[in-house]
């Protein structure tokens, strides 16, 4: 059996970011740091990718998106254009969880930490994601770059590969601040 071509992406925080690899094998990796437009920049980023690289959306086994915890819309982003694009393609979408793809990178003996707002961080603690002061966490892991995310992602997607799991999810660690409006929805008129 050939190792599977898988293209990872993520837009859980201020970036967009994808990879595309073999197996083990990293064909190239890219990121780009950006506030706000990773939805209108994704889908052109992923093409470039795979251009890149003489490749066509056919020739994927998989798809990896990172899953969480971080922004809430580029969470939302991220996941709904792995389901959408797995549906079209007919191939698996794994979903990656930023623990997940950070343990690959940090090193041995440090905290893996992922900003949050307000001087805060989310942490695992006893298998459970956590919101954490940052001045409590000890030995915090160097954050990787944009790039290196999303290598990790699609390592990681690579690693569990053919293995079948659901559809990707958020991780949402804390509820997103804004709110559905309270007001009662209009009567539907027959």
């Known amino acids: 059996m050939t190792a599977p071509l898988i293209l990872g992406f993520d837009t859980s925080a201020a970036h967009c970011a994808a990879a595309l690899v073999r197996g083990d094998t990293v064909l190239v990796a890219v990121g780009e740091e950006m506030a706000r437009g990773q939805a209108e920049r994704l889908m052109g980023l992923l093409e470039e990718v795979l251009n890149g690289q003489g490749m066509t959306w056919a020739d994927l086994d998989a798809l990896a998106v990172g899953t969480g915890p971080g922004n809430f819309t580029g969470i939302r982003i991220g996941v709904s254009a792995a389901r959408g694009l797995a549906l079209g393609l007919g191939c698996p979408a794994y979903g990656v969880t930023g623990f997940e793809a950070r343990t690959r990178l940090a090193p041995d003996g440090t905290t893996v930490a992922i900003p949050a707002p307000r001087d805060t961080a989310y942490v695992t603690e006893s298998g459970k994601a956590q919101l954490r002061p940052v001045a409590e966490v000890s030995n915090p892991a160097p954050h990787p770059a944009p790039a290196e995310l999303a290598t990790a992602i699609?390592?990681?997607?690579?690693?569990?590969?053919?293995?079948?799991?659901?559809?990707?999810?958020?991780?949402?660690?804390?509820?997103?601040?804004?709110?559905?409006?309270?007001?009662?929805?209009?009567?539907?008129?027959?």
């Open 154 to 190: 699609a390592l990681h997607a690579a690693s569990v590969w053919p293995t079948e799991t659901p559809p990707p999810a958020p991780l949402y660690v804390r509820q997103p601040d804004a709110a559905p409006a309270r007001d009662a929805p209009p009567p539907i008129l027959p």
